[in-house]
């Protein structure tokens, strides 16, 4: 397995348009999170599915934010509209279980500017 | 909340001389986890103990846990250039990991 798959690995867009990160995860791997890094909050869970099903949303910080998980191999983080304080980088990670009994494997990450 | 918090915020030794990390959280766990996270990419899980496990060791790493206390150490053994990286604690409590700030560990040659 190639591992999780975040795209884009960059992404650079102006205060007010819709943004859209991309996540495929590990076959197998029942359950996937959503991730923000930044430094003075340092990483915070935004959101995590089991079997596609979103289970807890509390940490997606406003209406602005969406998440989806149409199938096993793929999900999104919408943010619509952006805004600056939005910058951060987005983690995407699957693991067999919530407590990551076998660890939690993360993507590269998706670097966030929000002009 | 369950978040572990990292000490010291950064660390700055020499090759060949040992890293010690420490962790301290708020809540009870059922697992607490390391991980390593280099500049510009994601975290890579090194290590788990589970809450009914005192020490554990992978290579040149060596995990401790104490519950009494709510705390865990990572200790890196001959560190290496390569092991320069930011290092994670992560408390599993009933349903997902939570992260702590991290500890930078820069290992000059």
């Known amino acids: 397995d190639a591992g999780v798959i975040q795209s884009p690995r960059h992404e650079v867009t102006e205060m007010g348009q819709e943004v859209t990160l991309r996540c495929k995860p590990i076959?197998?791997?029942?359950?996937l999170f959503w991730y923000r890094q930044t430094m003075m909050r340092g990483l915070e869970l935004l959101i995590y599915?089991?079997?596609?099903?979103?289970?807890?949303d509390s940490g997606m910080p406003e209406d602005r934010f969406s998440a989806k998980m149409p199938n096993a191999s793929f999900s999104t983080l919408k943010i619509q509209p952006s805004e600056p304080r939005d910058s951060a980088v987005y983690f995407c990670?699957?693991?067999?279980?919530?407590?990551?009994?076998?660890?939690?494997?993360f993507g590269s990450g998706t670097r966030l500017t929000v002009v | 909340s369950q978040q572990g918090e990292e000490d010291p915020q950064a660390l700055s030794i020499q090759e060949g001389e040992n890293a010690t990390m420490n962790c301290s959280y708020k809540?009870?766990?059922?697992?607490l986890q390391w991980y390593r996270q280099n500049s510009g990419r994601g975290l890579v899980h090194l290590i788990l103990i589970r809450s009914n496990e005192r020490e554990k060791h992978s290579g040149r790493l060596r995990v401790t846990l104490d519950t009494s206390k709510k705390s865990s150490s990572l200790l890196i053994t001959a560190s290496r250039a390569a092991d320069t990286a930011s290092y994670f604690c992560a408390t599993a409590g009933y349903s997902t990991l939570t992260f702590g700030k991290g500890t930078m560990l820069l290992v000059s040659p």
């Open positions: 599915f089991n079997n596609n099903v979103p289970i807890d």
């Open positions: 076959s197998g791997h029942d359950y």
């Open positions: 990670a699957s693991s067999f279980t919530g407590t990551g009994d076998y660890g939690y494997t």
């Open positions: 809540t009870s766990i059922n697992n």
